[in-house]
């Protein structure tokens, strides 16, 4: 479960898929780092592409407690077209008919709610186009 600091540190990485590139060497990590695998400590912020290919998925047929409406549902590892890759659930589709180096596009959608509280948490999903 994420909790609300937490997803609040993490705002730019989930609302403007936001990395940092080292300054250094060029490489860019998402999220992003405090140290560079050459060593290096800084780095600039660079917005992602919102477009990849989905390079390997699961299907989860019996989901967590807070998922478990979704189910079946697959996560899938998606490199985006400016090499990085990330995690993220591909939703609007069948699962059955998934297919590695499927295209798909990067959206922002709810996650879950978190407590009592209500706390909506947001984040990216991956759409096959």
Known sequence: MV???RYWREIP???RLEAGKCTRC????FPPRLVCA??????EIVRLKDEGTLQTF????VAPSQFVDEAP????????NDGVRLTAQVVDCDVE????GQKVKVEFRRIQTVGEAGILCYGYKCVPV
């Open 3 to 5: 909790t609300p600091a």
């Open 26 to 29: 060029g490489k860019t990590y």
């Open 13 to 15: 990485q989930r609302y």
């Open 73 to 80: 549902y697959a996560i899938g590892i998606v490199e985006l």
């Open 97 to 100: 008919h998934l297919e590695i």
């Open 38 to 43: 050459c060593g290096a400590r800084e780095f």
């Open 58 to 61: 699961t299907v989860i047929r």
